[in-house]
């Protein structure tokens, strides 16, 4: 099932400098030897560099982020026309972007439908905060998200289901907890998706995630920083998915 080929994705987050960043691609390109797919994220200020670094790899690039218009008086932003002939896929929705930007399910649902138009893929974040998995709200929330965000859009998309609690806090959640809120993905959505799983994901325990049919791969923040642990996670991701 192409869709739901396994994927490991590199969030660099507003880290590095260009000459980190570059070298960091081409050190990601050089030591990639699996068959899965990977892409990474770099910042705006260097996807064309980073995308000439890779060119002639299967590795895929993606934005972090883009706006919901075209075009505009729009201070700051990034719009998807800019960046769609180098983007194979955008990270929306995710954590950090509902916390400091203020992003709500509307704007990811216009920024969803937006990636759509222009044929980019979007990666769907969603996942509860540790009082809402404390209060016994956790899958009320991330079914609110998914609803909210995908509203009126039926096409396939990959979902990362993303606890915030174990987002850069070197706790990732127990595998079987990650399964159980997949399979609830899953349901609530009620087709064949792909689902990462994202959060404190690094070389010595992607295993615990991926062993799990239903888990496609992970959305990886810190450890995709450094060449060697991001392949650590690519090779042990082909290993246990038998690729
Ligand atoms: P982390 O970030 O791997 O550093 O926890 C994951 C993410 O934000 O996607």
């Not at 064309?48 to 729009?74: C, M, T, W």
């Not at 509860?128 to 956790?138: H, N, P, Q, S, T």
Request: aromatic share 8%.
């Amino acid at each position: 099932m192409e869709h739901r080929r396994p994927l490991i994705a590199g969030n660099w987050k507003m880290n590095l400098n260009l000459e980190r960043a570059l070298k960091l691609a081409g050190e990601i390109k050089e030591g990639l030897s699996d068959d899965i797919e990977v892409a990474i994220f770099p910042p705006f200020p260097f996807l064309f560099e980073v995308k000439r670094v890779i060119s002639g790899s299967p590795i895929k690039l993606g934005a972090q982020n883009i706006y919901h218009e075209d075009e505009g008086a729009f201070t700051g932003e990034v719009s998807p026309i800019m960046i769609k002939d180098i983007c194979e896929y955008v990270i929306l929705g995710h954590s950090e972007r509902r916390l400091y930007f203020k992003e709500d399910d509307n704007m990811v649902n216009r920024k969803v439908r937006k990636a759509l138009e222009h044929g980019i893929k979007p990666i769907l974040c969603v996942g509860e905060r540790l009082e809402d998995r404390k209060e016994g709200r956790a899958f009320e929330v991330i079914k609110s998200q998914l609803e909210g965000s995908l509203r009126d859009i039926d096409a396939s998309i990959t979902i990362a289901y993303e606890p915030v609690w174990a987002i850069g806090t070197g706790v990732p959640a127990r595998g079987e907890d990650a399964l159980e809120a997949i399979k609830f993905i899953r349901e609530v959505l009620g087709r064949d998706v792909r689902v990462l799983y994202g959060g404190s994901v690094n070389k010595d325990n992607i295993a615990q995630f991926v062993r799990y049919e239903e888990i496609d791969g992970a959305l990886v923040g810190g450890a995709s920083l450094r060449s060697e642990e991001f392949l650590g996670i690519v090779r042990r991701t082909a290993e246990v998915k038998g690729f």
